[in-house]
Structure formats: structure tokens, C-alpha cells
């Protein structure tokens, strides 16, 4: 957007947007296509470079409460993970869990099959 002079040198500005949309590292080429007047110079090499924008933050995996409890004949509860981004994702973003035996046997005071879970929060660009 803005040019910068010293010397010989002269420098532009490329503002990057700052999203809340979890992405993995993105990359654009910025190549050097004309000089004018051509009898005065020629493109030298590197005629291009490729900048990286890193995104600005993983997402923060958490559980939504850390205790749950619930009386036997409730059937089920719900336990909630949140991915910490407000915008979705680049790509899926897939969780995975453990289920062990505090007080309670996984496998015998559950309807686990598994003790090995995941929830997978879906690419939404």
C-alpha cells in the first residue's frame, strides 16, 4: 500500500488480515513483472519471493466444564469440548479422547464399546 525510499532501495508495505478463522500457514508469490522504461534496466534474479503469513494462534481444544455428574438412572450426559476459534476452520479439526477407570470401570458402569473417542469439528470455509 505505501512505498518507502532508502537509497537505492525502495520498500512496499503489504498489510496482512488479522481473521479469527483457524488456517494453517498460507503462502503468496510477489514477483517483480515490468520495468519501465526496458532500456533502462532488466528483472535480475530473484525476479520473485514467496512470503508465509502464520496464523496468529492454534486453536485452544478445552473442556466446556472440567466436572460432570450425573445419577444412574439418567441415561446419558453430555460432555462438551470447545475449539477456542469463533469462526470455524481451514480444515477439519479432529479431537481425540481417552476414557480410563477412576472409581467407575470405563468398559463396565458405561455403554463405551471403546475407551477411544473423537469429535471432529468440520472445515467451514
Known sequence: ???TLNGDTQCIQIEIT??????EDE???????SVMPSSAAVI?????????I???GDAEVEFVMTEYSINEEAGSIGICVNSGVT?????????????????????DDTEFSSVL?????????
Request: aromatic share 12%; no cysteine; charged share 20%.
Open 1 to 3: 500500500s505505501g512505498a
Open 18 to 23: 488479522e481473521d479469527d478463522i483457524y488456517e
Open 27 to 33: 503462502v503468496f508469490i510477489f514477483q517483480i513483472s
Open 44 to 52: 535480475g534474479s530473484p525476479m520473485q519471493v514467496t512470503k508465509t
Open 54 to 56: 502464520q496464523d496468529n
Open 87 to 107: 469462526q470455524g476452520f481451514e480444515t477439519d479439526l479432529v479431537v481425540g479422547f481417552m476414557a480410563t477407570d477412576g472409581k467407575a470401570t470405563v468398559l
Open 117 to 125: 473417542f473423537s469429535l471432529t469439528f468440520p472445515d467451514t470455509s
